[in-house]
């Protein structure tokens, strides 16, 4: 395929050198850090960012500086080896798993990290098959080689065990925990070491010489090296077996291509912290991570009749640019980052969203990195920009040109499983708190907002209490917003036991014309977490056609309120089989009460039983204190599914409902003297107990 040129800075880079890379990893596995030596080994920072000292350049949120932790992902720019490198720094805490869900979507490429002591950890897991719903081939780095504990090897079957992947081991560490001082790259069989002198990690010696102790060792796993990437292509496979000399040019070739087939993942490993063995890590994403032009193509939808749409990802192409982030800029107001996959966009063009049908006009296309910009004219097939000017374009839009639509597929989000009640300070302020939450919920698909019918109240709903109470200080500082909120309020789900027939009849008579509407319906439980089904079964015209979406939307606002404590129904199917009409009395209005007073009828017939979040659970905490927290859990209904015993911790498994979990950061320190800490997700829902049911119903009485 011919090569297309970006000219950025100066420079001319052809489509096969630009590398659209993720960070991604379990919280606290050295992200940040990593990035940030990628960033001063490339140049593109003259000093190295701590997030200690709060001088990280991805980290760039008053917040994230503070608490040392990545909230937002962020963007930025550089070069190695003549290649460019677009990289997004993703968080790892689960509350903002939204903006690892939308990175990969648009990245070619990911890096994984691990914690060397800790392995495979929870989030580690989520990621990865995130990271696989996507397509995305990756590399791992095995960071703190440093750390006290740290194991190569066991890391390496928690990657193979837990996460199911086939490691390419590239590399043999010289030494692990304070004696770790580099690498031996296992195809060139030179050893790379870092000295304790050069606090930068900027200069290393490469030999030849391999310590004599480990030599027979790096023999054996360049040999297992070898067959491994043999395996994956013919040609050498056939050269293996004959036992013919294969140059590490075609196994690099090789190893390539099956890293691009998802068939093997290579292994490097090093400490970012102590800036050593980074180096090999940019090598790799040059040598191993797919460019634009290896991807060729990408597939879309023409809205306008369902078509399959196939664009090439070339300059000389129609338009084609995915809309994967929106970021409220205090300066440029809002931005919209965006991937181009095809075609060249120039600053002061139209693009047209088919989703929303609307024109967008581009006035600015700037360049990021973090939270600095940089202006250029145009953005190529291949490269991640932010956009100003696009007013209507949300998260997961396609922009594209007005005589040739496509829209790409859409970015998934996870449901909220914790809300708040939030109100202003003062009742002149609820215009600007409307405000403030709809800019919110513009930058984060999983934040929503909604009134509560009955009681007035404004209820924000999220991914943790984290989540939310990061939002609550955005508004503070960035909006001059002070807000109070309540409790969270755990998100719960109501459903049905048993099938049940329910019939609902809506006759009102006035004057003129009365209505009427009358319908049949079936209800049945589902599986869990297999939603909402509706199914059309009348025949012979008992309800005529017009009226049918009549009855569903009936149904969809009854399930919204719930019928036991307010809650959605979920996981039910309702079929409609039979019903009758009136000539003249017969409206949409009718039938939709029909429907509504049908499910409400059904659903108290056939029982109702109330739905709790799960939240799956990892908690570590030293040998001790295990009985306590055992304990602990056990008073908050907790399920234990093992325990794991590791340099004298202990590593328990299990899973919560997240309505007793509120607050268990300061319980699990409290219970390990401050040494304990824990990890959780979303599960699944599971049906709360009779008796915590009857507690609830009475509470609310």
């Not at 006035?363 to 291949?382: C, P, T, V």
């Not at 006759?507 to 009365?514: A, E, F, N, R, V």
Request: charged share 30%.
């Amino acid at each position: 395929m011919a090569q297309q040129s970006i000219i950025t800075k100066n420079r001319i880079v052809t489509s096969d050198k630009i590398r659209n890379i993720g960070i991604i990893a379990h919280i606290d596995a050295g992200k940040t850090t990593t990035t940030e030596r990628i960033l001063y080994y490339t140049g593109r920072n003259y000093k190295i960012g701590d997030i200690d000292e709060g001088t990280t350049q991805m980290d760039w949120m008053d917040q994230e500086r503070e608490r040392g932790i990545t909230i937002v992902s962020a963007a930025t720019t550089t070069f190695w080896r003549e290649h460019r490198i677009n990289i997004i720094d993703t968080p790892g805490h689960v509350d903002f798993t939204a903006e690892v869900e939308r990175s990969l979507r648009v990245l070619d490429g990911a890096v994984m990290v691990f914690d060397a002591e800790e392995g495979v950890q929870s989030q580690s897991e989520t990621v990865w098959r995130q990271a696989d719903k996507y397509k995305v081939p990756r590399i791992c780095f095995v960071n703190k080689m440093d750390k006290l504990g740290a194991n190569f090897e066991r890391t390496l079957d928690d990657i193979r065990n837990r996460l199911g992947a086939k490691p390419a081991v590239m590399v043999y560490p010289l030494g692990s925990e304070s004696s770790f001082v580099g690498v031996v790259d296992l195809l060139t069989r030179k050893s790379m070491r870092w000295s304790n002198d050069d606090q930068t990690g900027g200069k290393y010696d490469i030999s030849d010489e391999i310590p004599a102790d480990i030599k027979a060792e790096v023999e054996k796993k360049r040999h297992d090296l070898v067959e491994q990437i043999s395996e994956h292509d013919d040609a050498l496979l056939d050269k293996y077996l004959n036992g013919k000399e294969i140059t590490n040019e075609e196994l690099m070739s090789a190893l390539r291509k099956a890293v691009l087939g998802y068939k093997l993942v290579p292994v490097y490993c090093g400490t970012s912290l102590r800036n050593k063995a980074v180096q090999p890590v940019l090598d790799a994403v040059v040598d191993y991570l797919p460019s634009p032009s290896d991807l060729k193509e990408i597939k879309g939808i023409n809205p306008d009749n369902n078509e399959v749409v196939i664009r090439k990802l070339v300059d000389n192409e129609s338009k084609t640019v995915l809309a994967f982030k929106i970021q409220l800029d205090p300066h440029v107001g809002k931005l919209t980052y965006a991937r181009v996959y095809s075609g060249v966009i120039e600053s002061g063009s139209y693009l047209y969203n088919p989703i929303r049908r609307s024109k967008e006009r581009i006035s600015r296309i700037l360049l990021m990195h973090a939270n600095q910009r940089e202006e250029i004219d145009k953005a190529y097939a291949g490269e991640i920009v932010a956009l100003v000017g696009p007013k209507d374009t949300r998260t997961g839009d396609t922009l594209c040109e007005e005589t040739k639509p496509i829209t790409l597929e859409q970015i998934t989000f996870p449901d909220p499983v914790i809300s708040l009640a939030i109100e202003p300070k003062t009742k002149a302020d609820q215009e600007k708190l409307s405000f403030c939450l709809q800019r919110l919920a513009e930058e984060d698909p999983t934040f929503h907002v909604k009134i509560d019918q009955e009681t007035g109240q404004t209820i924000m709903s999220g991914m943790g209490e984290l989540h939310l109470e990061i939002l609550v200080e955005r508004m503070r500082r960035e909006m001059g917003m002070t807000v109070n909120v309540g409790k969270p309020q755990v998100a719960y789900r109501e459903t049905i036991k048993t099938s049940v027939e329910a019939e609902g009849k809506y006759i009102k008579q006035t004057g003129g014309h009365g209505q009427y509407g009358h319908c049949l319906l079936k209800l049945e439980p589902l599986g869990r977490g297999e939603g909402f089904k509706y199914i059309n079964k009348i025949k012979g015209g008992a309800i005529p056609n017009e009226f049918i979406p009549a009855v569903e939307k009936g149904v969809i606002e009854a399930m919204e309120k719930g019928a036991l404590l307010g809650f959605p129904i979920v996981d039910i199917q309702v079929t409609l089989y039979d019903g009758t009409y009136h000539d003249v009395d017969s409206s949409d209005l009718a039938f939709k009460i029909a429907g509504s007073m049908a499910l409400q009828a059904g659903v108290k017939k056939a029982g109702i039983s109330l739905l709790e979040p799960i939240m799956k659970m990892e908690i570590v905490t030293p040998e001790e204190f295990m009985g306590s927290v055992i304990g602990d859990l056990s008073s908050r209904r907790g399920k234990i599914l093992g325990t794991e015993t590791r340099n004298k911790v202990v590593i328990i498994k299990c899973y919560g409902p997240l309505a007793e979990m509120s607050g268990y950061a300061t319980t699990i320190r409290s219970l390990t003297q401050g040494r304990g800490f824990f990890y959780m997700e979303p599960s699944h829902y599971e049906e709360v107990p009779q008796n915590v049911v009857s507690k609830m119903q009475s509470e609310r009485v």
